[in-house]
């Protein structure tokens, strides 16, 4: 019966812990309709752009997508400094963030 018990409450501790991670995330398909803002400089390889100065604006296809929110909430939130970034982050909802991550994470 105690066993029973146990394997009831490890059951359910692993459906609450699958849906919670499920409801957190991001939908690639809504990532690449939201994407028209980050394509102008992210999808184009070995861009430069001259604003705030010049330099090769990094690839992020591919990156881990907690990489991609973590940049993301940084910029938004101020522990991460880009002018661009910044002001585009703001914008972003947290959703908004996990789909733009999904997108790019699988490109």
């Known amino acids: 019966m105690k066993q029973k018990f146990m394997v009831g409450i490890l059951l359910a501790t692993s459906m609450l812990f699958a849906f919670s991670g499920m409801a957190q995330a991001g939908d690639a398909a809504a990532g690449e309709e939201k994407n028209s803002m980050c394509i102008g400089c992210h999808g184009i390889p070995g861009y430069k752009t001259a604003f705030p100065e010049t330099y090769s604006v990094p690839k992020i296809g ?46």
Not at 72 to 98: C, F, N, V, W
């Open 62 to 107: 591919g990156q881990h997508v907690e990489y991609l929110i973590k940049s993301l909430e940084g910029y938004r939130d101020g522990t991460r400094s880009h002018p661009s970034m910044t002001a585009l982050s703001k914008t972003l909802s947290d959703q908004d963030i996990k789909d733009l991550a999904a997108y790019y994470a699988n490109n």
